[in-house]
């Protein structure tokens, strides 16, 4: 019985931390923020150079052939840095093509996802709030996909797609690649500027399906519902450090805002909220990796209620700063516009609540 | 991470339940309270001779009280809180009596341990773990709560007796308690915290008088306790003249572990599913309500995180590290949720909650509205949340402390 992380993944995580503090600061986060692509491929090969795409790719394909918990743990000190780029959606597209058991469809892209040289990402989301692998409308006909996804993470930079959608046989999941006929990617402007979206139109695009049925869809949904608790954990306690050091110095009448006891009551609240909040997690990315029958809920509890208290805390932190954390120029909006990405991505708190209250059998 | 116990703590597993199965049966389980009920937790463990007897057999075996030494009457372990846990575990399930819950075993014990005469250990530890010595304790005053170290109870050292004049207040379960821990005024000329020393006092000692106190549910189960040149032997002193300050830190410190348990929160949460499953509203059970519905969903990730945090502080501490803010958050946190799943329950049994316990018509006994108000009480209760939101900022975040005289 062991309820904590390894020294493997204390040491994990620690490396990915020095690294973003000397090679992704905020002034890089901004320069990629107000790119056009919002990918910086240096930052990303970077990124590869430390294993973090690879994590989860088997070694038989060139990755570490970690679990999921492992890359949640990077999640969250992505989160922390309020890192830029395809991680989210080359982490969905990695679980997906492992879970989809499609040998040439993970011989040809996992080596290249795990070596950082290929974007890979995964579209389930459909106009209508829709994430459900079951309703969505996109429909595969004799090797051609046709529909539209919506909120695409970097489908602008993609060097393939994959996409859940249906043929005569129900739900599945299909791979078209960049620059094929009939896909037409939209760039979308998104409110988080780190981590891009876009509507891709599918009219007649050329697809090979990997997976048949929903599970492959479904895992990949859970690992990232997972992953977006992490990122939002990790931006809170960023937030709330942040918030802490600035209460410590900012003066006002005469003494530290910190030592006002609505200003210390206000940030005890946030840190008491958040501190458990981590073993929620830690538990739902657990589950993916070991208790099979606890995965899916526990992954929709853990979004809901992380990324609830990610805006929460944003939201807090932002207001004690005052002024100065409304400012365009001080970095408080970054993890504030983030949030907001966590929250509504692969669908909101309520709705996972409302899944979480089915899978309950309530 | 790994959720399973290894082969030896299985087998240690299998060694309790079967120590369980050959001294606690089925017709002891179905007479015992269940170990956990709100009564356990505001001081209704059974204390018969049967449980008694049953107590001190775990305790020879090492299942109870594994930090107190043997010759104190304890099961002297070397701790193990994995093995702690399982047996804890284990005997929920069986109904057997576990430790005994209260200020006695929790806090005066480990108090007595740290600071306590070798007479005063061989004098009272053993018999406060089984029960026998029922212990309250006498730290609010009526202008000390939580400014505490204002307490003006006085106790002036007469020959060999110190007498005591003054007045304590919110005293859970004084009138069934033989003794009382309680914070004097020693030196009346010494800075405040610097001025209080640590002393027992028997309850049947004549200048002792104890006047119930209704709480808001209508019940009392606190009082005043009032002192009157009531006489104290000096040899009830624990810890030094002047230092009671000191030597009730480590009395606090364990009250808070105790009122921050989540099996209560579990129970309450399960219930209420229960509930809301078997009422009817609008011709269909409440819990396909949308709106009870995602309360439920939402409560309950908050009891998921308490409950995996537990496991968390369970491995930090097998593995020797220091809790720090993930400790002293806990209080806080199941406080706060216990009040919001006691007030999803008063609207999930709907316009009856109005009705009171004893009246045949409420829902469950109207006991949803009583456990709304404790959910009151406990906030209060060991550090009032704004204290805890005080310890939490300035010994977990590091902000500044209060202005404090």
């Known amino acids: 019985m062991d309820f904590g992380l390894t020294e493997d993944q204390v040491l994990l995580k620690d490396t990915i931390r020095r690294w973003l503090e000397s090679e992704c600061p905020t002034t890089r986060v901004r320069a990629v923020m107000e790119s056009d692509t919002g990918h910086d491929p240096a930052l990303w090969s970077g990124l590869g150079e430390l294993g973090v795409p690879g994590l989860y790719v088997p070694a038989a394909h060139g990755g570490s052939g970690l679990e999921l918990l492992d890359v949640a743990l990077a999640a969250e000190e992505l989160g922390w840095a309020c890192t830029p780029g395809p991680f989210l959606a080359c982490a969905l597209a990695t679980t997906a093509l492992v879970a989809s058991g499609d040998r040439d469809a993970e011989a040809r892209w996992l080596p290249a996802i795990a070596h950082g040289r290929a974007v890979v990402t995964f579209a389930l989301g459909e106009d209508g709030d829709q994430w459900d692998a079951a309703r969505v409308k996109t429909r595969a006909r004799g090797g051609a996909l046709h529909g539209r996804k919506t909120l695409v993470p970097a489908a602008n930079v993609a060097d393939a797609i994959l996409v859940a959608a249906q043929d005569d046989e129900g739900p599945g999941l299909w791979l078209v690649e960049r620059g094929a006929p009939g896909v037409e990617v939209t760039p979308l402007s998104g409110t988080d500027m780190t981590r891009r979206v876009a509507a891709v139109a599918l009219e007649g695009a050329p697809a090979t399906k990997i997976a048949a049925g929903r599970t492959a869809t479904d895992r990949a949904r859970d690992a990232g519902l997972v992953l977006l608790a992490a990122d939002a954990y990790g931006g809170a306690r960023r937030c709330l450090d942040m918030t802490v050091k600035y209460a410590l110095t900012r003066e006002q009448f005469g003494q530290p805002i910190g030592a006002f006891q609505a200003v210390k009551h206000q940030l005890a609240d946030l840190a008491a909220e958040l501190d458990p909040s981590l073993s929620l997690w830690w538990y739902a990315a657990h589950a993916h990796d070991r208790i099979p029958e606890r995965a899916e809920r526990h992954a929709a509890l853990a979004k809901a209620h992380l990324t609830d208290l990610y805006d929460r805390t944003t939201r807090m932190t932002t207001e004690l700063h005052g002024g100065i954390g409304f400012t365009w120029e001080y970095d408080l909006h970054l993890w504030f516009r983030r949030a907001i990405f966590d929250r509504a991505f692969l669908g909101t708190a309520s709705y996972h609540r409302r899944r979480a209250a089915d899978l309950a059998g309530w | ?405």
């Open chain 2, 1 to 405: 991470m790994n959720l399973s116990y290894s082969a030896e703590y299985e087998q240690f597993r299998a060694e309790v339940r079967r120590f369980l199965a050959e001294n606690w049966s089925a017709a002891d389980a179905a007479s015992a309270p269940d170990a956990d009920s709100v009564a356990a937790f505001t001081g209704g463990v059974r204390h018969d001779a049967r449980a008694t007897a049953f107590r001190q057999k775990a305790i020879e075996r090492g299942y109870l009280y594994r930090h107190v030494p043997r010759r104190y009457g304890g099961g002297e372990q070397p701790p193990d809180p994995l093995k702690a846990t399982i047996t804890a575990e284990e005997f929920r399930r069986a109904k057997a009596p576990y430790e005994i819950t209260g200020q006695g075993p929790s806090m005066l014990v480990p108090t007595l341990l740290e600071h306590g005469t070798e007479k005063q250990k061989q004098f009272f530890v053993r018999d406060t773990l089984l029960g026998t010595i029922r212990w309250c304790q006498g730290y609010s005053e009526p202008g000390a709560g939580s400014d505490l170290a204002s307490l003006r109870t006085r106790a002036v050292l007469e020959g060999d007796h110190w007498v005591v004049n003054g007045q304590k207040i919110w005293t859970s379960n004084a009138q069934d308690s033989q003794w009382m821990f309680a914070l004097v005024r020693t030196e009346p000329e010494q800075p405040k915290h610097d001025g209080i020393s640590y002393l027992l006092i028997e309850m049947n000692t004549p200048g002792v008088d104890i006047r119930p106190l209704r709480q808001m549910t209508g019940d009392a189960d606190f009082n005043e306790v009032f002192f009157e040149n009531t006489r104290v032997p000096a040899e009830n002193l624990v810890g030094k003249r002047g230092q009671g300050w000191i030597v009730s830190r480590s009395t606090l410190k364990h009250e808070r572990a105790l009122i921050g348990g989540s099996h209560l929160t579990r129970r309450t949460f399960d219930g209420v599913v229960m509930v809301a499953q078997a009422l009817e509203r609008d011709g269909q059970p409440a819990i396909k309500d949308p709106v009870v519905r995602e309360r439920l969903v939402e409560l309950e990730a908050r009891l998921l995180a308490s409950e995996y945090q537990g496991y968390r502080l369970l491995t930090m501490s097998a593995r020797g590290e220091e809790p720090g803010l993930a400790g002293m958050v806990m209080k806080l946190y199941s406080t706060s949720l216990g009040y919001d799943l006691a007030k999803l329950a008063m609207d999930v049994v709907g316009d009856r909650g109005m009705l009171a316990p004893g009246e045949a018509s409420a829902p469950a006994m109207g006991l949803f509205g009583t456990a709304y108000m404790w959910s009151l009480g406990v906030l209060i209760a060991g550090g009032a949340a704004n204290i805890q939101r005080n310890i939490i900022a300035e010994r977990g975040l590091g902000l500044p402390r209060d202005a404090r005289k």
